[in-house]
């Protein structure tokens, strides 16, 4: 991979006309260490985040020994850097041939669900390899209300009485048990982990059997851009989520037990940043590289607000506007879908024209692992960068991409 010092350095020198997304080892290696000081028990790696091998490499370098896996491609992809690392399969519901697959071809031991017929599926593998129940972790997926950006209780989770049934029922088939939830990810609210705690509290003493661990799941929120004309949103920063966490964890009395966190956003945002070429301006619009199908899906669904920093061509010698005025500019995506249409503008120099680059940071998370092929297009190129994003000189605007109305 090529290597540069700034993300400005690499438009400059390859005046790339696809995405190049701008890798930052130390920044990633910087946050993962971050989390794993300040979270009071084990890290496992949300692989679904970015399952890029360069991302599960530079984790395990960092000392991240587990990893949160959901499919066969993350088995596959986390064991070809990292043939130590322990995988918790925490998808709750599961095919029976990925629980086969997880269980004899990749040695996973540590399962999720939130059904009673999950129960039977990873039973009817565990009697087939004759394995002893005991071997195996199975963690119960709690319900949980709350809110973050994208919330996922509505999807998985039993709810509190259900899930006193299933550790118990899980408990007298012999397996070790362990309770688990997920907030959904960027959380706004820190009482968000509190309520889950103390849900899980209730559960655990209504089923009165031997807990083996707690996962609070993933949804730290990482650090975006914010709107300069408007408020500053409220989102809580990692030091008083974690510390409000601590506290919360030692109140509802789960210190003393083996406890697991499943970090994805925050782990992995600030690593990347991504440089976009302006294919076309015409007028108020601006046509560029990449769009929704690409690198820019979550950030659209999930009323992200990204910074962004403007590069300018030096070829191009006639320059309308004045640099110093920031304007709002409607931003087209590369596919000729129509619905490639970011629903809010970027804010950038008046003078940004076709042929200039634009420097879009924290783009880490959520945004390569949810890239498609759609129309041919599929941004694929990388390249090294040694400064963070943040002092690679002053962000002149932002990507608002909010779907939400005004
Ligand atoms: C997606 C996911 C995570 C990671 O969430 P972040 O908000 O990115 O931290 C963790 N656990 C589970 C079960 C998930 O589905």
Redesign the pocket.
């Known amino acids: 991979m090529q290597k540069f010092e700034t993300a400005r350095d690499a438009a400059l020198s390859l005046r790339p006309d696809v995405p190049v997304y701008c890798f930052r080892p130390d920044v990633l290696r910087a946050d993962a260490r971050a989390f794993m000081d300040a979270f009071p028990g084990e890290t496992a790696y ?1 692989v ?2 970015n399952g890029e091998p360069m991302v599960l490499e530079t984790l395990a370098q960092a000392g991240v020994k587990v990893f ?1 896996v ?1 499919s066969p491609g993350e088995f596959a992809a986390v064991r070809a850097v990292a043939p130590n690392a322990e995988m918790l399969y ?2 709750p519901i599961k095919a029976q041939s990925d629980i086969r697959l997880a269980l004899e071809t990749y040695g996973i031991r540590t399962l999720s669900l939130d059904h009673e017929d999950e129960v039977a599926k990873i039973l009817r593998i565990v009697r087939a390899m004759d394995l002893d129940p005991a071997t195996l972790t199975i963690f119960v997926r709690l319900q949980t209300k709350g809110h973050a950006m994208y919330e ?1 209780s509505k999807k998985f989770g039993a709810a509190p009485a259900h899930a006193v049934e299933l550790l118990q029922r899980c408990h007298r088939i012999g397996f070790k048990v362990g309770l688990c939830f ?1 907030v ?3 959380i706004e609210d820190p009482d968000t982990y509190e309520r889950a705690l103390a849900s899980a509290d209730w559960v655990r003493n209504r089923a009165d059997v031997p807990l083996a661990g707690l996962d609070v ?4 929120p990482a650090e975006y851009g914010h709107d300069p004309r408007r408020k500053k949103p409220d989102i809580p920063g990692m030091d008083e989520i974690m510390s409000r966490l601590r506290a919360d964890i030692s109140e509802w009395g789960f210190a003393d037990m083996p406890l697991v966190a ?5 782990v992995v945002a600030r690593a990347f940043s991504l440089i976009v070429r302006v294919l076309l301006r015409k007028g108020r619009r601006l046509y560029i590289n990449d769009g929704i199908w690409a690198s820019l899906s979550d950030s659209w669904t999930g009323k992200i607000t990204l910074p962004a920093r403007f590069i300018p061509d030096p070829a191009r010698v006639a320059r309308k506007g004045d640099p110093k005025v920031i304007s709002a500019f409607r931003v087209c995506g590369a596919t000729c879908d129509s619905v490639d249409i970011l629903s809010r503008p970027f804010w950038l120099p008046e003078t940004v024209d076709t042929g200039d680059w634009i420097e879009i940071g924290h783009i880490g ?2 945004s390569l692992s949810l890239r498609t092929r759609f129309n041919g297009f599929y941004p694929d190129t990388f390249v090294e960068v040694a400064r963070p994003f943040e002092e690679g000189g002053a962000v002149e605007g932002f990507a608002s991409l909010e779907t939400m109305a005004d």
Do not use: N
């Open positions: 949300a679904k985040t949160d959901a925490m998808h996922l997920h959904g990810s960027q799941g993933g949804g730290f499943e970090p994805g956003r925050v998370a959520y």
